[in-house]
């Protein structure tokens, strides 16, 4: 491979905008991607999968290049020059490569490497924390199957075609996909491109959703007519499906504290040409309380860790901390305790994580259970889905129903 200095350059902004600015990696990427509109498919798709490397084994490259943040423009430099040696290819004859010590760089890999922390590139407290909660064994495989890139999985939206009709029109936009066994209307990409601007997307045919993300709506078993709730909607990835799943019969509640994802969400109904949905901002509890009693399904795709989703967001576990784990963790028992009133007695509840982590998924509905209003509810069905034996994203998923 042949490095171009404005590509190079390219990365080494997205680098000091995630490691120094604290930005997210996604956001960063898609700004600089911006610059230059000369740039193609290749120098594009070269930016932004060597920034998502970087930021990944970030641990591992700063610990060999010997770099401390807040990270100076040379120590960037450093960081890209340990990718680079490490991938096989050879430094061009600039002045930012001057004196790398390859032989060095290859050694201090191979000491490393013995070790998970920098091996997997992982926080100390984030490995402690999932070694006691999984196991060493189960936590270094799941590490393992974190740190490898994500798949690009679409979701076909059954509301505007068929799963069979999309892969032909894909196909003519010089995109090949496969089907994926087990989830009737996933898609995965062979070869990635931008789907953004596909006319496909445009004309609302399918959205882009992890395999594992998929299985969440169908889990509610939902029946014609039923009023539904997703009380953390977010920018309504799921809500989407659940409308797809109705056919745009019954109601659909999205409800959010953020008016922002809601608006987001309303344009991707749009899209999507699904009619069904009514978003609602939770500004205090009278929206919440005005629905007690009158949930078929109800939907809680809880606030998490995400540490199910670390190969798509790489940059999550340098932004994670105990403390937010720790409030998360509260948040999520208040959130259950909070909208399961919701429910009529003859409806179901489904509490979701992109989580691997049982101190936010079974854990948390044990303690659930244990609460006056959790005594109420009995387990009909739970799903763990881990990364390293499905090759998608982690999840859980668990619904409820009125004993």
Not at 273 to 278: G, H, L, P, V
Not at 282 to 293: A, F, H, T, V
Not at 299 to 314: A, F
Request: with cysteine; glycine share 4%.
């Amino acid at each position: 491979m042949r490095l171009h200095k404005n590509l190079v350059l390219a990365v080494i902004k997205v680098l000091d905008g995630t490691f120094n600015q604290q930005l997210y990696a996604d956001k960063t990427i898609e700004k600089v991607l911006k610059f230059d509109k000369r740039w193609g498919s290749r120098d594009r798709a070269f930016i932004a999968e060597t920034s998502y490397e970087i930021i990944r084994w970030k641990r591992l490259y700063t610990e060999i290049s010997e770099s401390k943040s807040p990270f100076k423009y040379n120590e960037l430099w450093k960081i890209f020059s340990v990718w680079a040696i490490l991938k096989g290819i050879t430094l061009p004859n600039w002045p930012e490569f001057n004196d790398t010590p390859n032989r060095r760089i290859k050694g201090k890999f191979d000491t490393l490497n013995k070790i998970r922390k920098f091996r997997e590139s992982i926080p100390d407290w984030l490995d402690d924390i999932g070694a006691s909660e999984l196991g060493d064994k189960n936590w270094e495989k799941e590490l393992s199957s974190l740190n490898k890139q994500a798949s690009v999985i679409i979701r076909t939206n059954t509301l505007n075609t068929s799963i069979d009709e999309l892969k032909k029109i894909l196909l003519e936009e010089e995109i090949q996909t496969e089907k994926i066994r087990g989830f009737p209307d996933a898609l995965k990409l062979i070869i990635r491109k931008n789907l953004f601007k596909t006319q496909a997307f445009k004309d609302g045919l399918f959205e882009i959703q992890d395999a594992s993300s998929q299985l969440v709506a169908p889990f509610l078993k939902i029946e014609n007519g039923m009023k539904i709730c997703d009380v953390c909607a977010g920018a309504g990835g799921k809500t989407l499906h659940l409308s797809a799943l109705t056919q745009n019969k019954g109601q659909i509640i999205a409800m959010d504290i953020y008016k922002n994802k809601l608006f987001e969400l309303k344009r991707r109904a749009k899209r999507n040409k699904a009619f069904n949905i009514e978003t609602r901002a939770i500004e205090n509890n009278k929206p919440i309380k005005r629905l007690y009693g009158k949930i078929d399904r109800l939907l809680i795709d809880s606030p998490c860790s995400g540490l199910g989703v670390l190969k798509r967001n790489p940059d999550s576990k340098w932004k994670l901390s105990l403390d937010f784990l720790n409030k998360i963790r509260k948040t999520q028992q208040e959130i259950l305790t909070r909208y399961a009133p919701m429910i009529k007695k003859s409806g179901k509840l489904v509490y979701a994580t992109c989580s691997i982590l049982p101190s936010e998924n079974e854990l948390q509905i044990e303690n659930f259970l244990k609460s006056e209003i959790g005594k109420k509810f009995k387990i009909e069905d739970e799903k763990k889905i881990s990364p390293h034996e499905s090759g998608f994203d982690g999840f859980y998923m668990v619904r409820l129903s009125y004993k």
